[in-house]
């Protein structure tokens, strides 16, 4: 049974516009989450991180939302640009632990 | 080099071969990790390896067995695989195991194809 799950399995959006991904997950214990990008004939890089504690984060045009409340946390980037298009992966692990339980991945497309 | 390398970046390998997967970090890092990626499924994670001593197996095969020789350089020795093992299987490091959780860096990933 996956604790995490990316349910679009992929999203096109037009340069310039929001791109908005998304990750839900039934772990409850679960009190960290990251984000990962990766592109093709490349390992994955960390994009973004938050805790539990908060219910967003922000670093440039990339922007977390945690609702923990309906489990569910979303990925913003605006506006997007072509550089961005990758596969989009969310990830979550509980107790402050390092072992990351990950979900299938979005592969985002940014048409010019 | 920099970062964290994996070598080969592609194997074919028959079930009855011996291979083995080899990866380098170059951060400084403590910790080191294998994961399995196989089509339309999440990264899974295998090992996990915390200055030099395993703290994590989840269920792998004996077929698999990685070796952590320090903690710049993790292993993972392949024998008598089967055609399912074919995967991506990527290397990763972070800071420490225990250090709470931090982003974890990734390698290119190893193509296995097991004939």
């Known amino acids: 049974d996956q604790q995490v799950k990316q349910n679009s399995p992929s999203l096109s959006v037009q340069e310039g516009r929001i791109s908005i991904l998304n990750c839900d997950y039934t772990?409850?214990?679960?009190?960290?989450f990251l984000w990962y990008k990766k592109y093709p004939a490349e390992g994955p890089t960390f994009l973004i991180s938050i805790s539990s504690i908060k219910d967003k984060n922000e670093d440039g045009r990339f922007t977390v939302f945690l609702n923990k409340s309906a489990k569910h946390l979303s990925l913003h980037i605006v506006p997007s640009q072509p550089g961005d298009s990758a596969v989009y992966f969310c990830?979550?692990?509980?107790?402050?632990?390092?072992?990351?339980?990950f979900g299938t991945g979005t592969r985002l497309t940014i048409i010019p | 080099e920099t970062g964290v390398t994996q070598t080969p970046r592609h194997l074919v390998m028959g079930m009855t071969n011996k291979k083995s997967l080899k990866c380098e970090q170059h951060l400084g890092h403590n910790a080191m990790y294998w994961y399995k990626q196989s089509a339309k499924k999440p990264l899974e994670l295998m090992f996990v390896y915390n200055f030099k001593e395993q703290t994590e197996n989840n269920s792998v095969p004996s077929r698999f067995s990685p070796e952590c020789p320090n903690s710049s350089h993790l292993f993972l020795h392949l024998h008598t695989l089967q055609p399912e093992d074919s995967a991506l299987y990527l290397c990763?490091?972070?800071?420490?195991?225990?250090?709470?959780?931090?982003?974890?860096?990734f390698g290119p990933g190893t193509r296995l194809t097991v004939l």
């Open positions: 772990n409850s214990m679960f009190d960290y």
């Open positions: 990763a490091s972070s800071q420490d195991w225990l250090a709470g959780a931090n982003e974890q860096f």
């Open positions: 990830a979550a692990s509980e107790g402050g632990n390092e072992k990351l339980t």
